[in-house]
């Protein structure tokens, strides 16, 4: 008799958040039923080091909670805010592994375009094998060929409709003052109101 059954299947939704918004929640639920994950760990990136003008990652990581706080199968780690120096995907899945030992299979969840640009991570070949990757595109948008070999059994891609929505557009729709409801959920929505944040486009 084996003990296969006891192998847990771990989301690791990673991503800026930089606000999170209905297009990420419908993306993890879609992936958790897909992929028939146990929970999803939303992961917030601590310091994103590719990218300039990110908010501040306390603010990011309330975001997040606000988000998830009514679905018991996401959680919320603060592994990569904690963490200091630039924000490495391989360190955190490296992490994950430690923690959870060899009983679990690990499943990294990201937009479609952020893999596209894996080549410029940090040990992208680690970090592909230390997890299966998940890339969520947005409607009629699919994975070019261009690392076929590399991405082959180790990179699904999963069409999320609900990606329409976008941190960019949302960013820009607060800074003209035009509506954001419905593009996220109400607590989120709020949060940034109170806070202030994306006022001005950066
Ligand atoms: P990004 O370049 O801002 O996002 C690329 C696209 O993917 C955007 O359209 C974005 O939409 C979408 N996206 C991002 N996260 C998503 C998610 N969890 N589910 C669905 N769509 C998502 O990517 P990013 O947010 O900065 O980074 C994505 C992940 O890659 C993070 O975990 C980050 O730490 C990791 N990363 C690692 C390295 C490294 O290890 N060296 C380097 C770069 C990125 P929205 O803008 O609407 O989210």
């Not at 003990?3 to 800026?16: F, H, L, Y």
């Not at 603010?59 to 603060?78: E, K, P, W």
């Amino acid at each position: 008799m084996t003990d296969s059954g006891n192998v847990r299947r771990i989301g690791i939704m990673g991503g800026t958040f930089d606000p999170i918004h209905n297009g990420h929640l419908v993306c993890a639920e879609e992936a958790r039923m897909q992929f028939e994950l146990d929970e999803v760990v939303f992961v917030p990136s601590g310091n994103p080091w590719q990218k300039t003008g990110v908010s501040p990652a306390e603010d990011r990581y309330l975001l997040t909670m606000l988000a998830t706080a009514s679905n018991s199968n996401f959680s919320v780690s603060r592994i990569e805010i904690d963490r200091e120096g630039p924000t490495y995907t391989v360190d955190t899945l490296r992490a994950f592994r430690t923690f959870y030992g060899e009983k679990a299979d690990l499943f990294f969840i990201t937009g479609t375009d952020a893999v596209a640009e894996i080549l410029s991570w940090k040990d992208p070949q680690a970090a592909l094998d230390e997890a299966h990757f998940i890339a969520a595109s947005r409607p009629s948008y699919s994975l070019s060929d261009a690392h076929a070999d590399l991405f082959r059994g180790r990179v699904s891609v999963i069409e999320i409709p609900a990606l329409a929505i976008s941190s960019t557009d949302i960013r820009r729709r607060v800074a003209e003052g035009r509506t954001v409801r419905y593009l996220m959920p109400r607590e989120v929505r709020e949060f940034i109101e109170q806070r202030g944040l994306y006022r001005s486009q950066t």
